[in-house]
């Protein structure tokens, strides 16, 4: 079974802090992706990477930045957290299959509050 | 607008009944995903369909391309049934857009 794991299930922090949400993946996949889910909004990508070093904007970027350093490990850093970043924060990974799509496999979230 | 748009936004049904949920979409897909989110927990895949219907135990899912719509069925339902239900997109590369979720809720 694939297995996508993330650091925290909840976290609180303070406005200002730097954050680091960590999702790590066993299926050696090459796409990682973040995406943060609110009520009434769905799933919104962050940002997401195909291959080590790799990343690419997805539909809000905005305060947040990524790491990708082995394939395996894909991070989120919240450079200065504000009170508008408290949400669900989902970590996802999928194969790189050439002309397809796959499906994504999902961790269990992270819920953050930012106070 | 959103790309994909799912409806209702909440269905409450009874043990037993035939629940419908639908997934229309505004863009070229190269697959259609259904996902299932219980409450507190990650996300699971349930269906990723490109043509036709699947069926998996007492889910089926259907899609229509020229419509651009599909349909997820969920037949004799189960309060373990209640979950938020998402429809997701592939417009021909690695990412999905996703509906905003249907939450159903079954009562015993």
């Known amino acids: 079974d694939v297995k996508v794991t993330q650091s925290s299930r909840y976290l609180v922090k303070r406005t200002g802090e730097k954050v680091f949400l960590e999702c790590v993946q066993d299926m050696d996949h090459e796409n990682m992706f973040w995406y943060r889910q609110d009520p009434g909004l769905g799933l919104r990508l962050i940002y997401f990477s195909y291959d080590v070093k790799m990343k690419e904007k997805g539909d809000i970027p905005e305060g947040y930045s990524v790491s990708r350093e082995k394939k395996e490990r894909f991070s989120l850093i919240l450079e200065s957290a504000s009170t508008n970043q408290t949400s669900m924060y989902l970590c996802?990974?999928?194969?790189?299959?050439?002309?397809?799509?796959?499906?994504?496999?999902f961790g269990p979230g992270t819920r953050l509050t930012v106070l | 607008k959103n790309e994909v748009e799912q409806s209702p936004q909440n269905l409450t049904a009874q043990e037993g009944e035939f629940i419908t949920i639908n997934c229309s979409y505004s863009?070229?897909?190269?697959?259609l995903h259904w996902l299932q989110q219980h409450p507190g927990g990650g996300i699971v895949s349930l269906f990723m369909?490109?043509?036709g219907k699947k069926k998996h135990g007492r889910l089926i899912a259907t899609i229509n391309i020229q419509e651009k719509h599909s349909s997820l069925h969920i037949t004799a339902s189960h309060p373990r049934d209640s979950a938020v239900y998402i429809c997701a997109v592939s417009p021909n590369d690695y990412k999905l857009s996703f509906g905003a979720g249907t939450t159903v809720t079954v009562r015993a």
């Open positions: 863009v070229g897909i190269s697959a």
């Open positions: 996802a990974s999928s194969t790189n299959l050439a002309g397809s799509t796959d499906t994504q496999y």
């Open positions: 369909l490109s043509s």
